[in-house]
T-cell receptor, first 113, second 116 residues
Framework: AQSVTQLDSHVSVSEGTPVLLRCNYS??????LFWYVQHPNKGLQLLLK??????LVKGINGFEAEFKKSETSFHLTKPSAHMSDAAEYFC???????????FGAGTTVTVRA | EAGVVQSPRYKIIEKKQPVAFWCNPI?????LYWYRQNLGQGPELLIR????????DSQLPKDRFSAERLKGVDSTLKIQPAELGDSAVYLC??????????????FGPGTRLTVL
């Protein structure tokens, strides 16, 4: 079985300040981990993906995430938030060689001017 | 490269009416998924196709939901009759994955269904 817990349902940051979105996972096998972003009335867009290569994964739009097996975490960060980062973010896990994705409940990010 | 295409984008119907959603995956992607996303939640898988074969429909409510992918390309998801609780966003995704592999799934914009 696999599952994801996103520790914050809502994060509010000022433009230009760092963003941290926390995610803990549970997986019986070597996991693949993803972060997706969903802007209002838009589809889910892949930000980045971890599949057992480098533990620090760089994604699009300046986002990155670090896989920490000892902490079963995959937190998403960005050093400087932009107004366009306001969206819903989903942490997702799947087990190795398994297509099934388990989504977290999502974290809503608001960016203050 | 065109992404996953879905239509319609929005649909409002009265309960007990039928409704259908259409999806065209990314060219060359043999695997297609339908998800349902309730308000404030992450998507949940309804059905997965490899080419024209439904390889996982365990989460599809078969009493009222049906899906098809006759030529292994585009797909239709149908609800008949719709109930109030079916109001949600229906997402289609595709990937080049084959059975037993993990590959990135690419999502369409979704169809927002409102049942009155």
């Amino acid at each position: 079985a696999q599952s994801v817990t996103q520790l914050d349902s809502h994060v509010s940051v000022s433009e230009g300040t760092p963003v941290l979105l926390r995610c803990n996972y549970s997986s019986s096998y070597s996991p693949s981990l993803f972060w997706y972003v969903q802007h209002p009335n838009k589809g889910l867009q892949l930000l980045l993906k971890y599949t057992s290569a480098a533990t620090l994964v760089k994604g699009i739009n300046g986002f990155e995430a670090e896989f920490k097996k000892s902490e079963t975490s995959f937190h998403l960060t960005k050093p400087s938030a932009h107004m366009s980062d306001a969206a819903e973010y989903f942490c997702v896990v799947s087990s190795a060689n398994d297509y099934k994705l388990s989504f977290g409940a999502g974290t809503t990010v608001t960016v203050r001017a | 490269e065109a992404g996953v295409v879905q239509s319609p984008r929005y649909k409002i119907i009265e309960k007990k009416q039928p409704v259908a959603f259409w999806c065209n995956p990314i060219s060359g992607h043999n695997t297609l998924y339908w998800y349902r996303q309730n308000l404030g939640q992450g998507p949940e898988l309804l059905i997965r196709y490899e080419n024209e074969e439904a390889v996982d429909d365990s989460q599809l409510p078969k009493d009222r939901f049906s899906a098809e992918r006759l030529k292994g390309v585009d797909s239709t998801l149908k609800i008949q009759p719709a109930e109030l609780g079916d109001s949600a966003v229906y997402l289609c995704a595709s990937s080049p994955a084959h059975r037993g592999s993990t590959d990135t799934q690419y999502f369409g914009p979704g169809t927002r269904l409102t049942v009155l």
